[in-house]
């Protein structure tokens, strides 16, 4: 069998010459039972973790020895079955010899005891011996199974080589079968041993008795016989248990992969979104619901302080930069920032451009959240000297911090990101603007939760700002922190500096005003001791590596080694061994080993022998060769095409499909090995009936010798009138009988109750057959045996009892208890056997429930990363587990479409009032519109449209940003800028959607739309917490064409116009619009469509502006961004003065006023 090619269980990867790490993982190929890769752990990371050869042996030879053990108490059964045989059965033995097979019986009974020693005590003393005694005991038995049968052997008075024949066959095949040894020490000692002794004993002991050599020859092949059958179970045992641990090994290698890569995913999920959401998230996935709304992840917080911080002079150094610098160093910055959240358990929201905000105390409560706060702040402050060192220019932070109650949560069904929505989180937005660079501006609801543990001074924040002032709020700056925050890494840095005084880390920590010091928290003290360590990083990856190793392989010994199958199935069985659960009990039925159809061969050699020693021991009649070869013609043809399909590679594939087919029949392959069972066994048993009628005919035994021999078992005649083969059978054949019998009056008829043992053996392997089918068929032919000896064949086991000198109890009877012993012990075994096929069948199907378990977990978090994420970044962030928590993810794109969408009039309709449920009931309805223009980005035409993000009531979207696409340099406009028209058809579409929601609800609610095209920067910033957005002009000039529009309209530049009249789209041209950064622009407003000269491929058809939109167009008043966006309390607050022009500073005063809760007219924060 291909499985058992070699001893060992193949890792399926050579083994490295050297002993030294590869740096580079070696090449995956494909896998099969005896070429399985060890490793799999950490392939998410790119390495692989290769088991050792000698590991991974060890492991398989502790499991299967631990399977084998559980049929130790059936060769125990069996061996006691024979005791009870040799005690009872010959009964004219003598004293001493019952004795010894009395003291035999007791030693047996103390092993049965001593293996329940310690079997479930949890103390370690007692577990050590049991484990001692399980390597003993199985050695022991078979040494006092051995002592037992030369014992019984050498203490009978007469003895001949088929007194216990049987018993011999029987042993010979149980010890391969159910001791837990190794196959090398099974082989050449245990089973050699026990041929010969069981083969060479008998012999020697033997009285005198005729055709000895015969009966030697005779009973070398019928032992042989049944050790070849036992060896062919243990092969088929140990593949099947090699398939079972590699194929668990296997699932163990996939799960752990599943279980890296959702481990990765979590990680990257919970960087994004709460715990608390992304559980709730995930169990609502594929979930149908039956509300009138879409699923909102919303909830209230009381008592949440809210961070707002904005890098100071950043936009002076950004013209200065090119956009993927810039967002590197964002990236850099933020990291730190991101690493200073964790420290002060700071939830992360958003980050704006610049602009980093987060909250304390939400969703989790903590009444230090306003302390917390104030030591983020106060240590972000210290942090942007990093910036100002990179940059070399006089760049700060400005912090407001505000405390109150906010709505967290998430909107629409795309791109998810957890956000905050509440007037105060618009306070303290606020907050941060009125502040001042370098210093710390809090309100007083936040001072309020501080404790005394930082002094103030009043900061008069209100005077600088109407909406503070219309809150009533009182604001003050930190000046200094009473008491110092106790950071967890402070015991660390202690460590550190007392067992490496010499160390400039006090240098670091008290040096302040040193520039390339002051920004360091402890963590990145501690995280700079280990990089100046040396080689502290290829250590601690040898480690890790290590660490996969260990723990592989204790799974591994945890899935298969620790727990014992056969105990665990018994809750799941009833009494007859059948699956509680139908399905799978329908499963197992269905189910089918590899090479399961093998131990036919068993049936088939049984067969085979038959002709070979009757040739020795039995009368050589042609109607008894007739009997015994005729039936290997319907078994030959049974078997052949029961086992083709296990030798694919030799037989043509017409054959072996048909053998397929014929296996996959339950019922067809059950009754082809009910039909080779009965075949078997009825041609001895026939067998029998011709030998008695044959030699009854040619008067072998004479009438005179039956009396004298027989009288116990009374007189037989034999008249004229009987009928007799002989005048059945025509006369020429009866002479030829009369010939083939032999002139010596030697009959042996008890060794066809012998071979009826290893009939009963054959049967008993079958595995196509279920423990109840076999135990009746065992039963039956043991039954049809015993009959036939004690009824039929009591004349010729009277001439074996005249050579015994007439036993007490005849050897008709000994052999047909000696036939029951067997039939009873393989019965027993043949139950082991079913259970032990359902045992691995229950592993199997718990090992693909857990993987597919993982899988879907997989799956789930896999769905919702892709939700967060675009897909492209989200493999990027899980595939590269080994990446530096501060690298930079990013991408560059030249020709890009970027759109955004607000609701100008939204602020309007927001209140936080009881009726609307705080504010939550509002969200509510801007959650139903964003799902809507989520749901467009189902449809196939506009695939290749991606969400960037929502802020506020402002929906941003783009096109082109695809990795796949590649076009040739002369490609035409339309070709090249397609997804731009498409871009407008989503627009467009984006307004019908909403025009269906003000029908349906009532309102009158309007988009107004900016449209720009150009190249942009895609990337992520925080590798901690990604967060993915899009940089650039043309990103900035976007979000001014929705800004600077109107009500309605989707204005778009000059430039954009000149390509969409390619695609036919109509335009009224504005006039000149002055745009921050930008100067003054010419713009557009789309009409329409006319008849176009080339559509984009997938594009909707043409829509046409009418109706309200018409007329909004139509309307000669301007509204601008300061008319559109009405603050959440209703009073129109002073914009405050621009600042120097570029690309980083024009979001924070529009967009994060926006997200901060007045919801409308809100644009991107930008850089």
Request: charged share 20%.
């Amino acid at each position: 069998m291909p499985e058992e090619k070699d001893g060992n269980v193949d890792n399926g990867q050579a083994m490295a010459k050297s002993k030294q790490r590869q740096k580079t993982p070696p090449a995956r190929r494909r896998q099969n039972d005896s070429d399985v890769v060890a490793g799999g752990v950490g392939i998410t990371g790119g390495g692989v973790v290769i088991l050792p050869q000698h590991v991974l042996n060890e492991l398989y030879h502790n499991y299967s020895i631990k399977q084998r053990r559980s049929g130790l108490k059936w060769f125990l059964f069996a061996a006691v079955l024979f005791n009870i045989w040799t005690i009872a059965i010959p009964w004219d033995q003598a004293v001493p010899t019952r004795v010894v097979n009395c003291c035999m019986l007791v030693a047996y009974l103390a092993l049965t005891a001593l293996l329940h020693i310690g079997r479930r005590s949890e103390q370690p003393a007692l577990k050590r011996f049991h484990q001692i005694l399980l390597t003993i005991v199985p050695r022991a038995l078979w040494l006092l199974s051995v002592l037992h049968f030369s014992a019984y052997v050498i203490l009978q008075p007469s003895f001949s080589p088929r007194d216990v024949l049987g018993w011999a066959i029987l042993l010979n095949f149980l010890v391969y079968v159910t001791l837990p040894l190794p196959l090398i020490f099974l082989g050449l000692s245990i089973g050699c041993s026990t041929y010969f002794i069981s083969l060479t004993l008998p012999v020697g002991y033997s009285r005198s008795d005729p055709l000895l050599s015969n009966q030697l020859a005779a009973n070398a092949v019928l032992i042989a016989t049944a050790a070849l059958i036992g060896l062919l179970y243990y092969f088929m045992g140990e593949a099947k248990q090699k398939r079972a641990f590699l194929e668990a090994k296997k699932s163990l290698e996939v799960k752990m992969v599943i279980e890296e890569q959702s481990a990765e995913q979590e990680r990257l999920l919970l960087s994004v979104l709460p715990k608390h959401v992304a559980i709730k998230m995930r169990e609502d996935l594929g979930s149908s619901s039956s509300e009138a709304f879409k699923k909102i992840y919303m909830s209230r917080h009381e008592n949440v302080s809210i961070l707002y911080a904005d890098i100071v002079g950043f936009t002076a150094i950004s013209s200065t930069y090119s956009a993927q610098d810039l967002v590197k160093m964002l990236n850099e910055l933020f990291a730190r920032f991101d690493r200073l959240a964790e420290k002060y358990q700071q939830l992360r929201i958003k980050i704006l451009g610049d602009c980093y905000y987060c909250i304390s105390g939400a969703p989790d409560e903590r009444p230090d959240h306003a302390v917390m706060c104030v030591h983020m702040g106060l240590s972000m402050v210290k942090a942007i000297k990093y910036v100002q060192q990179k940059a070399n220019s006089p760049v700060d932070m400005r912090v407001g911090i505000h405390t109150g109650a906010v709505l967290a949560g998430i909107l629409g069904q795309r791109q998810w990101q957890f956000d905050v929505y509440s007037k105060d989180v618009e306070l303290a937005n606020k907050m941060e603007s009125s502040g001042k660079a370098g210093r710390v501006h809090i309100s007083d609801k936040t001072l309020a939760f501080l404790n005394g543990e930082f002094e103030v001074e009043p900061a008069f924040g209100e005077k600088r700002e109407e909406l503070l002032r219309i809150a009533g709020l009182k604001t003050y700056f930190i000046t200094k922190v009473v008491k110092p925050f106790a950071s967890p890494c402070a015991k660390k840095i202690n460590e550190i500096r007392t067992e490496n005084s010499h160390t400039s880390i006090n240098d670091l920590v008290n040096e302040e005003d040193d520039d390339n010091d002051a920004s360091l928290d402890d963590e990145e003290l501690l995280a700079q001791k280990v990089i100046t360590n040396g080689q502290q990083s290829a250590v601690a990856e040898d480690e890790e590596e290590q660490v996969k190793l260990e723990n592989f392989k204790q799974r591994l010994k945890d899935e298969l080694v620790t727990r014992d199958g056969h105990e665990n199935l018994t809750k799941d069985t009833n009494i007859f061994l059948r699956f509680k659960n139908p399905q799978l009990e329908q499963c197992y039925a269905v189910y089918r080993e590899p090479y399961s159809s093998l131990p036919l061969l068993a049936a088939l050699l049984v067969q085979c022998i038959d002709v070979l020693y009757s040739y020795l021991v039995l009368p050589r009649s042609t109607l008894h060769f007739i009997n015994i070869a005729a039936p290997l013609v319907p078994i030959a043809m049974l078997v052949v095409i029961s086992i083709a399909e296990s030798f694919s590679g030799m037989l043509p594939k017409f054959f072996v499909d048909v053998s397929k087919r014929f296996n996959d029949i339950t019922f067809v392959r059950e009754l082809a090995a009910i039909i080779i069972a009965l075949t078997i066994g009825l041609s001895n048993v026939i067998d029998m009936f011709f030998f008695v009628t044959f030699v009854r005919t040619e008067h072998i035994v004479s009438e005179s010798e039956f009396n004298a021999t027989g009288g116990l078992e009374g007189e037989v005649e034999e008249d004229d009138g009987v009928v007799t083969a002989e005048h059945l059978l025509p006369e020429s054949f009866v002479e030829q009988m009369r010939e083939a019998v032999p002139t010596e009056r030697i009959l042996y008829p008890s060794y066809l109750s012998n071979f009826g043992i290893l009939i009963l053996i054959a049967i008993a392997v079958i595995a196509q057959l279920t423990h109840l089918t076999k135990i009746l068929l065992l039963l039956s032919i043991a039954a049809l045996h015993c009959y036939f000896n004690i009824f039929i064949m009591q004349d010729f086991y009277a001439v074996e009892d005249d050579l015994a000198h007439q036993p007490i109890i005849s050897t008709r009877f000994c052999a047909s208890g000696l036939l029951l012993v067997a039939a009873l012990a393989l019965s027993t075994l043949a139950r082991h056997m079913d259970h032990e096929d359902r045992v691995i069948f229950k592993w199997k199907t718990e090992v693909a429930e857990q993987k597919e378990t993982a899988n879907d977990m997989r799956q789930r978090n896999e769905a919702l990363v892709y939700n967060v994420l675009p897909v492209h970044v989200a493999e990027h962030f899980m595939k590269n587990t080994k990446r530096s928590h501060d690298d930079l993810y990013s991408q560059s794109y030249a020709e890009v479409g970027v759109l955004f969408a607000s609701m100008p009039n939204f602020s309007d309709f927001y209140s936080e009032e009881t009726v609307n449920n705080q504010g939550l009931e509002c969200l509510r309805f801007l959650n139903e519109v964003i799902s809507d223009f989520d749901a467009l980005l189902e449809l196939p035409q506009f695939q290749d449209i991606i969400k960037i993000k929502t802020i506020g009531s402002t929906y941003m979207g783009a096109s082109g940003i695809n990795l796949q696409r590649n076009l040739r340099n002369d490609a035409p406009i339309t070709e090249r800028w397609s997804h731009l028209a498409v871009l407008v058809e989503f627009a467009l579409e984006l307004k019908h959607a909403l025009q269906g929601i003000n029908e349906q609800s009532f309102n009158h609610f309007v988009l107004k739309m900016g449209i720009n095209h150009g190249p942009i920067t895609a990337g992520v910033i925080g590798a901690r917490k990604p967060h993915y957005d899009i940089w650039g002009n043309t990103v900035n000039v976007a979000s001014r064409m929705e800004s600077t529009g109107k009500a309605g309209a989707i204005q778009v530049t000059e430039e954009t116009c000149n390509i969409l009249q390619q695609f036919g789209y109509t335009f009224l041209q504005r006039g000149l619009v002055a745009v921050k950064g930008k100067g003054q622009l010419m713009t557009y407003y789309l009409q329409g469509k006319s008849q176009p000269n080339a559509e984009p491929e997938g594009a909707p058809p043409s829509i046409e502006l009418h109706g309200p939109e018409a007329l909004a167009l139509d309307s000669t008043g301007e509204l601008e961004t300061s008319d559109i966006k009405t603050p959440l309390l209703k009073i129109k607050a002073q914009e405050r003065s621009a600042e120097t022009e570029g690309i980083v500073a024009q979001e924070p005063e529009s967009l994060r006023n926006g997200n901060a809760g007045q919801m409308g007219g809100e644009s991107q924060s930008l850089l």
